[in-house]
């Protein structure tokens, strides 16, 4: 497994990636545009991907200008595998080293994402919209969970 960062090169198979997901699906997959990627991932933040045997299988994407966790998703065949922890990681150690600022994120209720959050620390902070929970992330907290 290989995390590394994501270059214009990877958007279409990014793409591939969240529209091959279970949960929190697209309902238009139109409503994500290979712009938008490259916005997020290059002028607005950072991006992520995960490769094994040199074939991307998972991304991620912050964005630092309205600290949300724009994306994190894995192709559904590697989920349990360690993928999103690891580029989970990656993204949070990059954005609280550029910023201090608490780092948000909204995903749907009662879903292995909701979980996979709780789990890994964040706390509910309310509603994102009428059919997500919003989660937050503060530098003080990653650094102590880290530190565990």
């Given at each position: 497994m290989i995390i590394r960062e994501a270059i214009v090169e990877d958007i279409s198979r990014m793409q591939q990636i969240r529209n091959a997901v279970k949960?929190?699906?697209l309902p238009d997959p139109g409503l994500v545009r290979d712009e938008d990627y490259d916005l997020f991932m290059n002028e607005k933040g950072n991006g992520w991907v995960c490769a094994i045997d040199e074939k991307v299988v998972g991304f991620a994407i912050v964005d630092l200008q309205d600290h949300n966790v724009w994306a994190l998703f894995i192709?559904?065949?590697?989920?349990?595998r360690g993928i999103g922890k690891a580029l989970h990681e990656q993204l949070l150690?990059?954005?609280?080293?550029?910023?201090?600022?608490?780092?948000?994120?909204?995903?749907?209720?009662?879903t292995r994402a909701e979980k996979f959050y709780r789990a890994a620390g964040w706390k509910e902070a309310g509603t994102n919209?009428?059919?997500?929970?919003?989660?937050?992330?503060?530098?003080?907290?990653?650094?102590?969970?880290?530190?565990?």
């Open positions: 949960e929190n699906m192709l559904p065949e590697f989920e349990g150690n990059w954005y609280f080293n550029q910023t201090k600022t608490t780092l948000w994120l909204g995903t749907a209720y009662n919209g009428p059919k997500e929970i919003r989660f937050e992330m503060t530098d003080a907290r990653w650094k102590a969970l880290r530190a565990h």
